[in-house]
């Protein structure tokens, strides 16, 4: 996952489509385990919003995980609505972003992580937790297979099974590897605390072992030669933080061996950092360059052993095998074994991530929602239902539309279909008569009248403005407050629905506005105390006044005052004693 968290959580609203008829029994079951998300999905059939009223039993909502996604819902959701339960590896939050700096000692693991019990306790929330791991779900039983990671129940195996109503996906995603041979056995990643803690152990073994008398100049070389596969926000972020707590740490502990250590930065692409802006991504090359950092671009690795990393450039097809020490692989993300047994089950094969509509439900599964890195919002496209939205337009059935008419179901049309309003926008259009402009060579806007093959000449376009959310925790967040407040508002919005009219079957309209996600910006640290920004609106920053904006967003950010007391004392012990480079 890309480490950009710029956002005020903003909100949106719950899943259409949470129920139907004859389900007064389900269970709303959420899961969500390393940072990812299930949410619901809205279907185009008539739908039935759940009723937790206080004289019936309340709907089972069972949470499977505490990453962005899952933390985001728990702390959004009115837990006295729903019969909450939360079944997670790990009983804590961990911030995600923040860790490579836990990896060479900036902040402490302890600083980054909120013990979910806590968070519930803090806010009142009724909500049963459950210290385990879910390895299977069942769609038609409606239940969730989950093996417990602390003792074991009567069997001796620490199985147990939930039923639902509802599931809530929420499992986050895994390293992947592209099966590259040897990556699994000889590099070291930054998923979890875990990993950031194996190498913070790792970076000190390899200045102790360069240290010892017996050991020649060249293996000292490649003892301390730290390669970072992944040219994208966390392997960026990682090389920077290496190369401060050599400069400014490791330096004067190991003055003998200070000359000998070197940093590489292996990425496939011709640039670092391509989900930025050119001027930051030129700005860190540069910055890189002078730092003493080498920056391999055009490389992709095809195969890792205990002591060299063979890669081959992608221009002439040469190989090159450079000896290395310790191997930080940040290159992609992967499916998790559950998640790709339970596409399976449900015929979303072959792909990547579970596919959701609009409003988070999983497709081709009753009741059950994906959020964050577990899944990707399909959005719909507007040729896809081009003659119903011109029919409905067509109020007087004459076979033609006239601005007046267009200008009738622009706003549903726009909330349905954002990317028309995102083409308008990249096309510098200021209205909707711009658009139909093109199709029908007409400057007199109030005259403009077009039939059904114009409309679709005019709008043929729209659609290459549908893109994916990016697999960041600022998307799983604001996912998961969307899906929270979609069921905080149940009862209210089935009397009163506030979403867009139903374009692709059936009338009416939605219970809830689709899920929109809202970019607020991203951050890429660059050591030396200085950063880089992107922002919307074209706003690009990079230097030390940006490093400050990063400090103060990411204390900001923060899930509770304790954890936000704890990283700002970190920040302040480094500047004042610098960075522990003890082996713990």
Partial sequence: MGFSFFTSRAGARLLDGIARPGFSTAALLLTAASGGGLVAYADSAAESAPDPSQDAPRKKVVVLGTGWAGTSFLKNLDCSRYEVKVISPRNYFAFTPLLPSVTCGTVEPRSIIEPVRRMFEKKNKDVTFCEAECFKIDANRKTVHCRSAVGTNLDGNGDFMLDYDYLVVALGATVSTFNTPGVLEHCCFLKEVEDAQKIRKGVIDCFEKASLPNI??????????????????????????????????????????????????????????????????????????????????????????????????????????????????????????????????????????????????????????????????????????????????????????????????????????????????????LDIADLIKGAVGDSHKESMVVDIEEFKKALRHVDSQVKNAPATAQVAAQQGQYLAQCFNKMEKCREEPEGPLRMAGGSGRHFFRPFRYKHFGQFAPLGGEQAAAELPGDWVSMGHSTQWLWYSVYASKQVSWRTRVLVVSDWTRRFIFGRDSSRI
């Fill in 216 to 429: 020649s100049e060249e293996e000292k070389r490649k003892i301390l030669h730290f390669v970072v596969i992944g040219g994208g926000p966390t392997g960026v972020e990682f090389a920077a933080e290496m190369h401060d707590f050599l400069v400014e740490d490791l330096v004067k502990l190991y003055p003998a061996i200070q000359d000998l250590v070197k940093i590489t930065i292996i990425q496939s692409a011709e640039h670092i950092l391509t989900m930025f802006d050119e001027r930051i991504a030129s700005f860190a090359e540069q910055k890189f360059k002078r730092d003493g950092i080498e920056v391999c671009t055009g490389f992709r690795v095809i195969k890792v052993s205990d002591d060299l990393i063979t890669m081959k450039r992608k221009s002439d097809g040469e190989e090159l095998s450079v000896p290395y020490g310790m191997a930080v692989w940040s290159a992609g993300i992967g499916t998790r074994p559950v998640v790709m047994d339970f596409m399976q089950q449900i015929g979303q094969t072959n792909r990547r991530a579970l596919a959701t509509n609009e409003w988070l439900r999983v497709r081709e599964c009753e009741g059950v929602y994906a959020i964050g890195d577990c899944a990707t919002v399909s959005q719909r496209k507007i040729m896809d239902d081009i003659s119903t939205v011109f029919k409905m337009a067509d109020k007087d059935n004459s076979g033609t539309l006239t601005l007046k008419e267009i200008n009738g179901v622009l706003d549903d049309i726009c909330i349905r279909y954002p990317q028309v309003e995102l083409y308008m926008k990249s096309m510098h259009m």
